[in-house]
């Protein structure tokens, strides 16, 4: 944040120690206030760790936030797990990760449930078909809200253009452009090229900065920032144990073709290759789930997506449902549903086992990196690109949602979604613009739009407008 847009809280006392036991509690409460995908769930942990608890500073928590998003995974979620362990090592990473994934779990395994047992009935159908075409907005106003904060020149603009069109159009995978735009901020940082010497993430508002010298944790490195190589194996070994045990395990017993296998590589092979948040990583499993393993259809996804949004906990934990949906399909020998609850399980423990990988064994270098000007400048042109790959997933959704016949376009090196024109669906395009003029003209709440949109789908279903 510039300066001159911002004043800092200086000479104030700092916050007294907190125990485990008491940060538990704040977690949770975190945790259950997380709705509205990564950008809402963010501006929850600013308001509350940093302009109401002062537990971490301004400057400290968009650097750790910066970091956090060129990782692989979910960087919401990995955010608190740095703070966590920031404040108590390892088990307050394990404490303040485990308890952001544990109720939108709970709740997403709930749904599923009812999904799959009455998700073909009219009425439920029709609720999920207005809930999908809320999302787009939700999914667009993700879009500005990065933005806003990312694209603050030219280059950056053009950084996320070119994003776009490569995986859109061209369908480069994502980690290349990451890791392109990772490199062109490097040397543009370490040039010292103003370009790239601006801030990123998303969800710290504008208004009084505190100052990292004034929180509980202050401007230091912790003593357990510096580890030995030694505690580093270890760490690395048991995390990549619990993670990649339950996954040799499967190949070894039922084979690669088996669904729980599938399930299995497939998003373990996601939590490593897969960068820029929650909503770049939808884009590829959408892509990859419905078009080359045939778990669930594409309006199927959308619906998980909507589950996701209108829970609390990371918005990646649609990847829940459709591991729960791929098994459900494919069950063998097991009933749908014990299948399906085993699918969805299996996904969610290699999808956020790693993160915790991440974190433990990189936040010591996250400490270190404070400061330089260098990786500063490749983060904030990797946050550049995820705008564009972001809105990659709102124009595969807005395909998807309002034309009801989508076929592929292939010429050349351009190969991406062509929808066919007289499929298009008036409804579903009537319920979008209304829920995209209430997210950016009456500024409604997302829970409310979503609910509107939702008892919308299932009025129009009742007047036989829909099917």
């Known amino acids: 944040m510039p300066a001159e847009e911002a004043t800092t ?7 007294p120690a907190v125990s485990l036991g008491d940060a538990f509690w704040v977690w949770l409460r975190i945790s259950l206030l997380s709705f509205g995908g990564p950008a809402g769930q963010i501006a929850v942990m600013h308001r509350i760790l940093v302009d109401e608890k002062r537990w971490i500073g301004e400057h400290r928590f968009l650097h750790a936030l910066n970091f956090c998003m060129v990782l692989p995974g979910p960087e919401a979620q990995q955010l608190a797990t740095y703070i966590g362990w920031l404040m108590h090592r390892t088990r307050g990473g394990i404490v303040a990760g485990g308890l952001f994934v544990l109720p939108g779990a709970v709740a997403i395994m709930t749904l599923s449930w009812i999904y799959a047992l009455y998700g073909k009935v009219g009425i439920v159908s029709a609720l999920f078909f207005g809930l999908k075409c809320a999302v787009l907005a939700v999914v667009l106003q993700a879009v500005i809200r990065i933005g806003s904060r990312s694209l603050k020149n030219p280059v950056m603009r053009s950084l996320a253009t070119v994003a776009f069109f490569l995986i859109f159009f061209c369908g480069v995978p994502f980690p290349f452009i990451i890791l392109g735009a990772g490199l062109i901020g490097y040397f543009g940082g370490r040039a010292g090229l103003q370009a790239f010497a ?72 996601m939590a490593v290759v897969t960068f820029g948040g929650a909503y770049a990583v939808l884009a590829y499993v959408a892509q990859q789930a419905v078009e080359n393993y045939h778990w669930l259809t594409a309006r199927e996804m959308l619906d998980g997506l909507g589950m996701a949004e209108t829970t609390p906990g990371p918005l990646i934990m649609v990847l829940q449902f459709v591991g729960f949906m791929g098994a459900f399909r494919h069950p063998g020998e097991l009933a749908p ?131």
């Open 337 to 467: 549903l014990v299948a399906g609850t085993l699918g969805g399980l299996l996904a969610t423990w290699v999808t956020f086992l790693p993160c915790f990988l991440w974190i433990f064994i990189g936040a010591p270098l996250i400490e270190r990196l404070r400061g330089n000007r260098a990786v500063a400048g490749a983060l904030s042109a990797i946050t550049a690109a995820v705008v564009g790959v972001v809105l990659n997933l709102a124009a595969w959704f807005a395909i998807h949602t309002i034309f009801r016949v989508v076929g592929p376009f292939v010429a050349g090196p351009l190969h991406f979604d062509l929808p066919r024109l007289d499929s298009l669906d008036p409804w579903a395009l009537l319920l979008t613009i209304l829920a995209i003029i209430a997210v950016f003209r009456l500024k409604i709440g997302m829970l409310n739009i979503l609910g509107m949109a939702s008892l919308a789908g299932v009025v129009l279903f009742l007047f036989g407008f829909t099917t």
């Open 9 to 15: 809280y200086s000479s104030v006392e700092r916050p």
């Open 198 to 269: 601006v801030g990123g993430g998303h969800g710290a508002g504008k208004g009084a900065i505190v100052a990292d010298a004034d929180t509980l944790l202050g401007e230091d490195l912790p003593a357990h920032a510096m580890p030995t190589m030694r505690q580093t194996l270890v760490q690395a070994l048991v995390w990549l144990l619990l993670w990649l045990t339950p996954v040799a395990a499967l190949l070894l017993i039922l084979g690669g073709e088996n669904v729980f296998s599938q399930i299995a590589t497939f998003f373990s092979t």
